[in-house]
């Protein structure tokens, strides 16, 4: 089959693994990011309050502490530095280096006297700072301080620590990424790949049952198990399924219900016309009598044809409401009227009741019909005394309708049907006129005006059939406008 389907670019699978690999990309890009560019800064401020701590803890145990050199070679090996504690002339009392070569204040080059003349200059009790140092091709940081009170110090106290992660620390947490991102990758495919499985699995489901459908097996059930959206789709396919199964079926009955009601009258006209050819052709009094039933079957067939019409043209929309204002009572009247021939030759007697007359506004040729329509029901399914009974009941906000019969009443399962298109219920007669439309034509019509309508029946007793009129024109001036012939 040649459906107009645009064939996407890519799967929803595909799709769903993509933006989840995109989102396991951007956070890995963060987290190497983070750690690459902080890790530095991180260990730096960490490294600071480190030397920040030891020297007040150097200084506090200054004099104090009587294992103070051996609590001094501790402070230097757990935090990577070299320290120098001088007394109040800047004689070396204390020396201890965890750094070898690189430390700044030992050995032939050190930078002691300087770093001295620094804190002297600052006039503070303490300073600190950064300062680069190309042997080990990265900052170093210099601790300068008194111990004891910068008027009269005690002695001196300097700290050098590299800065830097020294050993394998941040090469450890890079290699420890690397294999987190790995197994991160790795996990992130198969959720991926699962998930994506799972999404799109009820959706092929569905789609195969859609196929189905399109086959023509109408009886499909749609199966979406799996998520909430997923399932309210399946129910709408599955009951979207049984309308057009019902749809189907009522198409195919109409068409078998307008053949059957075409072939009839044409073989009535076939076989009349074959008689007066044949038989009666030279009988005036027999060729008019099958002259008359011809005539009488054209007239089946053309009404048959335009109820067709009119209902197609209803329910398509195609025909739109002319509204004008005229007097509901001349106009029930009129139509009353029309019955006269047909009750004097038949026996038939309608008996009209009416309140008070009421201008209305609404499609007066329609209306008609609808009215029309309902008497000829009444009149084809009345009891034996052969009465209608038509009535006008004024209510605060409507005009109601009412059409009744005594005839054998409709089963509360019937009137659900008998507005369907070729609905006829078992006991319907078919020497009456009638095409199975009515009542179709009359629900498209009181529709489209927005008049509500209904039936209340009683099995043996008969049946009223009504509507309200709920255009109604406040004016005391009234007026009938004739329905043209
Ligand atoms: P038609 O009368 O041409 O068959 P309608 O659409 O007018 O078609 O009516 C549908 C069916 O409703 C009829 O075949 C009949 O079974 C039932 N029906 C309509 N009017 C009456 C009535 N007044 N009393 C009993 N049954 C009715």
Redesign the pocket.
Known sequence: MNTARTKPEISLKLKIWEYFLFFTAVVFLLLWFFQIVFLENFYEGMKITDVKRAAIDIIYAYGKEENYSNMLTETTLKNDMCIEVSDKYNRTLYSKDALGKTCLIHGPNSRKSEFIETLKASGKTAVYYKEYNSTISSNTLILVSYIGSPSNPNGYLIINTPLVPIGSTASIIKRQLITITFFLIVIGITIAFFMSRRISEPITRITKSAEQLVAGHYDIKFEGQGYLEIQQLASTLTYASQEISRVDSMQKDLIANVSHDIRTPLTMLKAYAEMIRDISGNNPKKRNEHLDIIIEETDRLALLVNDILDLSKLEAGKQNLNYSEFSITELMKDIIARYDGISKKSGYNIHFTSDSDRTVKCDIIKIQQVIY?LIN??I??TGEDKAVYVRQINKPKSIRIEVS?T????TQE?INL?FDKY???EN?KRE?V???????IVKAILKKHSYDFGISSVIGQG?T?WFEITDIVRTKEKRYTKKEK
């Open positions: 329509n029901n009444a084809n399914y019969d005839g054998p009443g409709i019937d008998i609905y006829r219920s319907h009456v009638g095409t199975g439309l009515g009542l179709s049946s059939f």
